[in-house]
């Protein structure tokens, strides 16, 4: 009965190992943030089962135990060191639970570091590891087909079009894909040792498919961190086998083949890039791009974002260089050292899209040695010396350590996520085994032998056990679940054509009444809906609810994070929509004292002094935004416009002086309009129709321009010269025409 029972908990340990490698797999689901949360829910859930049962396993047979090595040792101290820079981090409870938007946090740390004990302690056999890499290999093909499916249904064309597949996003289908190709690869090497290719062709032609798809995908994604992954992890490969295959010399001349013609291909692409077929593939322009010795080029060109998030996250590490600022809190870095030059970027960065800094701003060098420390240990793991019962071929340590090295290299430009880190951890884990003497064959014994003797005890632990398990299911998976599942039925209310405020407000209260690391998410959401809720349904009770309870959501949030601008404008912006712009100042102002070089924060303040008719303070506000960055069009647009509203035309002038992209600007249009400027209106017409004196809509808003400075005569010569270069249009510009001779202004009708 208790072999039993012990065989019953290790099956469900190594099931629940299995079905995480299903977590990619997985459909998103009606959840904010569909491609994240259901993912990581699920993950969590099985992680959590895995753990219950090998703890239950563990106590009642001690074999059972992980076996103590530098890659044991090398993941406890990168989750040690991340939970003492969780505990000293700027905010705690983000570092430890992150949010719906990534799902990663401290928590998923634990998950990974039980995933990686569980699994190097549980699957005892290489054939359970050839198994679990064979499942993930099945799994990436649907992965692909998925994301193929995306692009016939998009209707792009093959090698235009960046596909995500179910995961959302093509970096993380990108590094997904490669892995594989490596995995693939090593499966296939693994198998050489046991049977030639003529014992088993089908096996081998099917891994190499496998592979072949997994690079078609990868392609497909267009991520240049992936591809320059995929180059270094295949030169380390092919270099390795060249230099230590001793015992076989095919293999030897096929690996420098093999690089031969990975130089080769490189080369072409680089010194084919500036072709037309090159040109005419995105996808391909986009990979040539990178073959270059120009890598400041490169940067400043197509990575400008990434070298400016790289010095703002800079800044951040030399103000706490030891533990950092904790997990996905580089959003206080991000506000405080905020680099104007990022305008035309988004504006929430909350990655350095390099894995590396990441590390560093979120447990600073602590953290980022101890994250080192795995791809050190797994090298040395790999490449160490055994019984021959773990003796590794060349080959498999080359592939290995070429998937280490392309998942290394593709990190230094994109940030992780839970598909790679499964894979990753899984990797190391099997690293592990393989090299603890016992991945050979099966080593159940007919003694086993208990960590805890008493039953008594056992018992006990097995329900203190049971216990966790239920609570963590609760906390860490099915209240934020639920909490999201109400935030997406909250959103569909509001978006639906006769949204019911009652039944919108009971839903975000639900939410909110979850009380999980949702809840900044939450209201935002709830701040952006509630203004129009609140204005159409003026004196109703409801009304007054739905502004207590946002204003009492961010009363909370600012004690909770004085330091986060975040808050603070977004409650500023829900009291500029209902009207309250003193107070609406008031929030911007201190979300301005927290990030002062974000224009975006002053184009509210400026734009909220417009709306009081401040117009000279709303000036003085888009002028700084504009000062800061004089490259930002939007920035020097709004202040020209604000210029014109405070009767500052000459000044307006002199700022846009012959930019034609701003004077040509709708809004500025309209407010040289609602400001009788009808004048600078011709003018800017007038150089329109000397730009392109070929445009008939050039000249019909030069007609349109004229009637409103009280020149109609001048209005019919436009007309009549579009009736003379589109005769299709003579009817209706005689009719304009005729309208105007009446006195009547047909402007309204015309092309603009």
């Known amino acids: 009965m208790n072999r039993t029972f012990n065989k019953i908990l290790e ?11 299903f977590v990619p797999l997985m459909v998103s689901v009606s959840l904010f ?13 099985l992680v959590l089962l895995a753990t219950a049962a090998y703890l239950l396993l563990v106590i009642r047979d001690r074999s059972f135990l992980p076996r103590k090595n530098v890659l044991l040792w090398s993941s406890v101290a990168f989750a040690a060191v991340l939970g003492v820079a969780t505990l000293t981090s700027v905010d705690p409870s983000r570092s430890f639970w992150s949010n719906f938007e990534r799902m990663e946090g401290y928590v998923t740390i634990l998950h990974l570091l039980a995933l990686f004990i569980v699994s190097c302690s549980v699957l005892r056999t290489r054939a359970l590891w050839a198994v679990l890499f064979s499942v993930s290999l099945g799994v990436s093909i649907v992965m692909g087909l998925q994301g193929f499916a995306e692009l016939a249904e998009k209707k792009g064309v093959f090698g235009s079009f960046r596909m995500s597949g179910t995961l959302g996003n093509s970096s993380y289908l990108g590094i997904y894909s490669l892995m594989h190709v490596f995995m693939a690869g090593f499966l296939a090497t693994a198998l050489l040792k046991a049977k030639p290719f003529v014992e088993a062709p089908g096996r081998y032609i099917g891994l190499g498919a496998i592979g072949l798809f997994n690079l078609i995908v990868m392609y497909s994604t267009g991520t240049r ?18 230099v230590f295959e001793k015992n076989n010399k095919a293999y030897r001349k096929a690996a420098i083949g093999a690089l031969a013609v990975v130089l080769v291909v490189v080369s072409l692409l680089g010194a084919l890039k500036n072709t037309a077929f090159i040109k005419g593939n995105d996808l391909l322009y986009r990979f040539s791009s990178l073959v270059t010795t120009d890598v400041k080029g490169v940067l400043a060109e197509q990575g400008k974002a990434r070298t400016l998030l790289w010095g703002m996250a800079w800044e951040g590490v030399k103000e706490k260089p030891l533990l950092g600022w904790g997990q996905d809190n580089f959003g206080f870095v991000f506000a405080k050292h905020y680099d104007p030059a990022m305008y035309g970027q988004e504006q929430w960065f909350d990655r350095t899209h390099n894995v590396f800094m990441d590390w560093l701003i979120a447990s600073g060098f602590m953290g980022l040695i101890s994250y080192l420390g795995l791809f050190g240990a797994a090298l040395y793991m790999i490449w160490r010396n055994r019984s021959s019962e773990a003796e590794w071929t060349i080959s498999e340590r080359a592939i290995l350590t070429g998937f280490l090295a392309a998942y290394f290299v593709h990190n230094l430009f994109v940030f992780d996520n839970l598909s790679s880190y499964i894979l990753f951890f899984l990797v190391l884990a099997y690293a592990s085994a393989r090299n603890d003497g016992r991945t050979g064959n099966d080593i159940s014994s007919s003694k086993v032998a208990p960590l805890v003797s008493s039953e008594p005890v056992q018992y006990v632990a097995g329900t203190l056990i049971a216990v966790a398990l239920v609570s963590g299911m609760y906390f860490v998976v ?11 039925s909250a959103l569909q209310a509001s978006s639906a054509q006769n949204p019911s405020a009652e039944n919108i407000t009971a839903l975000y209260k639900k939410a909110l009444s979850y009380d999980t690391f ?6 935002e959401r709830l701040a952006e809906a509630a203004p129009q809720l609140i204005q159409a349904n003026q004196g109703q009770p409801v009304a007054d609810e739905l502004i207590r309870l946002v204003a009492t959501q961010y009363e909370e949030a600012f004690k909770k994070t004085p330091g986060d601008p975040r808050p603070f404008i977004f409650y500023g912006m829900f009291m500029q929509r209902l009207g309250l712009y003193d107070d609406a100042l008031m929030y911007i102002d201190k979300a301005l004292a927290l990030s002062p070089s974000k224009q975006s924060f002053h184009y509210q303040r400026g734009l909220t002094l ?6 000279t303070e709303a000036s003085e506000s888009f002028k700084t935004a504009y000062e800061l960055d004089k490259s930002n069009l939007e920035a020097k647009n709004l202040y020209g416009i604000s210029l014109i509203y405070a009767s500052r035309l000459q000044d307006a002038r002199v700022l846009f002086g012959d930019d034609m992209n701003s004077w040509g600007d709708a809004r500025v249009l309209s407010v040289l309009e609602e400001t009788m400027n009808f004048a600078e209106i011709v003018r800017i017409a007038k150089a329109r129709v000397a730009e392109n004196p070929e445009n008939p809509q050039h000249r019909m808003f030069l007609a349109s321009a004229y009637l409103k400075a009280k020149q109609p005569a001048n209005a019919i010569v436009e007309i009549q010269a579009v009736i003379d270069m589109v005769p299709e249009f003579k009817a209706q510009g005689e009719s304009y025409i ?10 309204a009708q015309s092309a603009q």
């Open 11 to 21: 099956y469900t340990a190594i099931g629940s190992v299995f079905a995480t490698v």
């Open 33 to 45: 943030f569909p491609y994240i949360t259901g993912k990581a829910h699920l993950f969590r859930l």
């Open 225 to 242: 961190g992936s591809f320059a992954g995929l180059v270094a992890g295949l030169f380390i490969v092919t270099v390795l086998v060249a």
């Open 478 to 488: 099915y209240k934020p679940y639920a909490a999201g599942k109400a935030l997406i």
């Open 518 to 523: 949702g809840t900044t998410e939450i209201n």
């Open 610 to 615: 417009v709306a009081q008719t401040k117009m």
């Open 738 to 747: 005729k309208d105007i001779r009446a006195g009547k202004d047909p402007s």
